[in-house]
């Protein structure tokens, strides 16, 4: 039997167990070496991380052409309108090329966020909203430039859920396991 374990990656860590100059990596939270990556959070992202032991298993979770769904909370600079949405749903023209569409909506702040540390920076007079954003692909930081194509840059990103598996009661830093 395969295990599959729940990651909640914390902000600024390295989606590897390899060190790496001086930041944290995944071996600081996670000992059991037969674990892979099942595909990688950004360094400055939080969130949902798949790890496993099966290597098939790894490479139909991360792998686009399986269309896993990967949700995302963004809290980006400023409040989109319909039409930074609607853009955000038909895909974005970026250097790699067009995205594929998204799911995309203004969502209130989540309920069960745990605090960043260090929290995003404050501006008096930029407001700052939530955008949960699904995608089906995986591009190398695929949300954040996506948001700021219609300009409204990320300020903090969360994977929520990747397919049927979510993050919710799980801590950063800590461990949970897929039924």
Known sequence: ??????????????????????????????????????????????????????????????????????????????????????????????????????EARLIDEPAKLWDRNPPIRYRANIPTSWVELTIREGKNRQVRRMTAAVGYPTLRLIRYSVGEWTVDEILPGEQGTAD
């Open 1 to 102: 039997m395969s295990k599959l374990i729940l990651f909640n990656k914390p902000f600024r860590v390295l989606s590897q167990f390899r060190e790496h100059e001086d930041k944290d990596t995944l071996a600081k939270f996670i000992h059991d070496k037969s674990l892979r990556i099942a595909g990688r959070l950004d360094f400055d992202s939080e969130g949902l991380m798949l790890l496993t032991d099966d290597g098939k298993l790894a490479a139909r979770i991360a792998d686009p052409k399986y269309k896993k769904p990967k949700t995302y909370w963004a809290q980006v600079e400023g409040v989109p309108d319909a039409a930074a949405l609607d853009q955000l749903r038909n895909g974005i023209n970026l250097k790699d090329g067009i995205t594929r569409p998204a």
